[in-house]
């Protein structure tokens, strides 16, 4: 995941499966960062990626994990 934010108001990366489940929060640290999630374990599927910006919802987008 690779993210650009235009200040550093608080932020965080939230990924959800399909059935609103969350797999992982994570809080971003600088205003520009590239995230590498390790998805081995997780269940094949599609999930959801969601930038928050002070609680608004900024961006989301889906993308799949493959056996």
Do not use: H
């Amino acid at each position: 995941l690779k993210y650009k934010l235009e200040n550093d108001a608080p932020a965080s990366i939230s990924i959800q499966s399909m059935n609103g489940l969350t797999i992982r929060t994570l809080a971003t640290k600088r205003q520009q960062e590239q995230i590498t999630l390790i998805t081995r374990d997780w269940v094949p599927g599609i999930y959801i990626a969601s930038l928050k910006v002070n609680g608004n919802l900024m961006e989301s987008f889906k993308f799949s994990v493959v056996e």
